[in-house]
């Protein structure tokens, strides 16, 4: 819910200030944490304290989530990867390939014809192509600032294209769309596309 941040920095805002007089630099959104220290030593020392003033909120650290990452190791966050490039210092912000495939496999489902059709909101053909349009504008807003935005746009674009041809199959035939030429299928926008070279040799 939009709501929920606004909340979290309400019944966090103690803990907040508790770490800010700690100088621990720390990144937080709602009730995720990132957390950065000198070693390893003080990253447990400050993980402990970090669970006493949780438990003054009445609130402890998720087990399953909590890790320590050396400065070499990519660490995820908000479906981020701040990946560690080979230097001292030097890391990028990027959209992790894993949350890549998870919003392309949510898009693929969400808009799979047998879903839209029980949508109260996706009443035409032409509603759902609009819908698709503005679910991968709102991922490509959230992430416009990644290193890897350029990646990211080509593999939405042929997600969308994928979708698209996905839906017209499912309404026109296997048979029928097999039978259209490139011309057809780029005035459908369901040719295909070949994806750019990543912009950083980060493992893609």
């Keep these: 819910m939009p709501l929920s941040p606004l909340l979290a ?6 803990f907040d200030h508790a770490i800010e007089r700690r100088k621990i630099p720390m990144v937080r959104y709602a009730d995720d944490l990132l957390l950065f220290f000198g070693s390893r030593e003080e990253a447990q020392r400050g993980q402990q304290f970090v669970e006493g003033q949780l438990a003054r909120a009445g609130l402890k650290l998720s087990q399953a989530k909590t890790t320590l990452h050396g400065p070499e190791k990519h660490v995820l966050f908000l479906g981020l990867e701040i990946a560690f490039l080979g230097t001292p210092s030097k890391y990028v912000a990027r959209v992790s390939p894993k949350q890549i495939l998870r919003i392309q496999d949510r898009l693929e489902t969400e808009y799979a014809y047998s879903n ?54 499912d309404i026109f035939g296997a048979k029928v769309i097999g039978t259209l030429d490139d011309a057809k299928k780029r005035f459908l926008s369901i040719e295909n596309v070949s994806a750019p070279e990543p912009l950083h040799d980060l493992g893609w």
């Design 9 to 14: 920095n309400l019944v966090l805002s103690r």
């Design 116 to 169: 839209i059709v029980k949508s109260s909101n996706i009443k035409t053909l032409s509603d759902a192509v609009v819908a698709l349009s503005r679910s991968v504008a709102a991922y490509l807003g959230a992430y416009h600032q990644a290193d890897n935005y350029v990646r990211l746009l080509s593999d939405l674009e042929r997600t969308m294209k994928k979708v698209q041809s996905n839906l017209y199959t």
